[in-house]
């Protein structure tokens, strides 16, 4: 599982200004916009797991410009994509995506959901 998400981290990696971060950005120094994500499988068959991995994007400017941005980069690399590693197969697909309001009005986000399925090799 530990190999999943650092593919998946790898894999979010979209450009070269955001960070990408597992569960919580414990950074000592923000860099907006940064994501945050998290992977949750299940059983599915004798060496299949399916789950999602729920992204969320956030952004400390007054328009959601940068983010929207950001998701079309997630949406036009993950609709029906596969990856092949060593030791399994990721098929990613690109589900939805909706607006979360936060407390503080300057900071935005938005969160993204994608459907996985993980094929392990034996």
Same mark, same amino acid.
């Given at each position: 599982?530990?190999?999943? +998400?650092?593919?998946?981290?790898?894999?979010?990696?979209?450009?070269?200004?955001?960070?990408?971060? !597992? @569960?919580?950005?414990?950074?000592?120094?923000? #860099? *907006?916009?940064?994501? /945050? !994500?998290?992977?949750? /499988?299940?059983?599915? =068959?004798? =060496?299949? $797991?399916? &789950? %999602?991995?729920? +992204?969320?994007?956030?952004?400390?400017?007054?328009? *959601?410009?940068?983010? #929207? /941005?950001?998701?079309?980069?997630?949406? @036009?690399?993950?609709?029906?994509?596969?990856? &092949?590693?060593?030791?399994? #197969?990721?098929? #990613? $697909?690109?589900?939805?995506?909706? /607006?979360?309001?936060?407390? @503080?009005?300057?900071?935005?986000?938005? %969160?993204?959901?994608?459907? +996985?399925?993980? @094929?392990?090799?034996?």
């Amino acid at each position: 599982m530990n190999e999943l +998400i650092k593919q998946i981290r790898d894999l979010l990696r979209v450009n070269d200004t955001e960070q990408s971060f !597992y @569960d919580t950005n414990n950074s000592k120094v923000v #860099i *907006y916009p940064y994501m /945050t !994500y998290s992977v949750d /499988t299940e059983w599915y =068959s004798n =060496s299949t $797991d399916e &789950g %999602t991995v729920d +992204i969320d994007i956030f952004d400390n400017i007054q328009s *959601y410009e940068r983010i #929207i /941005t950001l998701e079309q980069l997630i949406k @036009d690399k993950f609709r029906l994509a596969s990856f &092949g590693y060593e030791n399994f #197969i990721l098929r #990613i $697909d690109y589900v939805r995506s909706n /607006t979360i309001p936060t407390a @503080d009005p300057l900071i935005k986000r938005r %969160t993204v959901q994608m459907h +996985i399925k993980v @094929d392990w090799r034996n």
